[in-house]
């Protein structure tokens, strides 16, 4: 079975633009969660959605938005980008949510640089 | 909300050698799991080993193995015959009851020396 596959896996875009990051879930997954991995912040997460319906926001400003598609693909973007989104992008999927203790199985992840 | 923290910014162990990464969370939930994770330099992020609070024994995967520690909210993973492919970044994480939104620790950088 395929792994968590994210596109792209490095992205170079400059402050004000807008940038949109592609995870696909392992087959049969439903939920799709995202994560910000930066030096100063550490992971944190971002949202989670589970048949296409947001179910879970962290902390983040409204300039990071998501969606899920039927076939439980997710795209994460990024309006009006700022030094500081530069980061590392996880994607994680897990058979479903609601439940238990799901594990979670992450994407190579996205790098972006913002310059 | 759960907060998982590390203390341990780095670490290093002797190839063949046992290192214990240390791990204290808090949460006012009685349903969560703890999880640690590896991330070696590829960024790949890989579930190391998982335990469930309700359950007492400690759980082991191979040369990987925690000691919770409940009441103490401490969920520590040793590594037995550390090998020069366990240097990564360790990270511990919890999810509170049914949510996903997984609260990781800052990490600690293991070094495994030859």
């Known amino acids: 079975k395929a792994g968590v596959t994210q596109t792209p896996r490095y992205l170079i875009k400059t402050r004000g633009q807008q940038v949109t990051l592609s995870c696909s879930p392992i087959?049969?997954?439903?939920?799709v969660s995202w994560y910000q991995q930066t030096p100063g912040q550490g992971l944190q997460f971002l949202f989670e959605?589970?048949?296409?319906?947001?179910?879970n926001k962290g902390n983040f400003p409204g300039r990071f938005s998501g969606r899920q598609f039927s076939n439980s693909r997710s795209e994460m973007n990024v309006s009006t980008l700022e030094l500081g989104d530069s980061a590392l992008y996880l994607c994680?999927?897990?058979?479903?949510?609601?439940?238990?203790?799901?594990?979670?199985?992450f994407g190579p992840g996205t790098r972006l640089t913002v310059l | 909300a759960q907060t998982v923290t590390q203390s341990q910014p780095e670490m290093s162990v002797q190839e063949a050698e046992t290192v214990t990464l240390s791990c204290t969370y808090d949460t006012s939930e009685n349903n969560y799991y703890l999880f640690w994770y590896k991330q070696p330099p590829s960024r790949q992020m890989i579930l190391v080993i998982r335990?469930?609070?309700?359950?007492?024994q400690n759980a082991t995967e191979n040369r990987f193995s925690v000691n919770f520690q409940k009441a103490a909210k401490s969920f520590s993973l040793k590594i037995s015959d550390s090998q020069l492919g366990d240097t990564a970044m360790y990270f511990c994480a919890a999810i509170e009851g049914i949510n996903n939104d997984m609260r990781f620790g800052a990490g600690t950088r293991l070094t495994v020396k030859p």
């Open positions: 994680a999927s897990s058979f479903t949510s609601g439940a238990l203790g799901n594990e979670q199985f």
């Open positions: 087959s049969g997954h439903r939920s």
């Open positions: 335990q469930e609070a309700y359950k007492q």
């Open positions: 959605y589970f048949s296409e319906t947001q179910r």
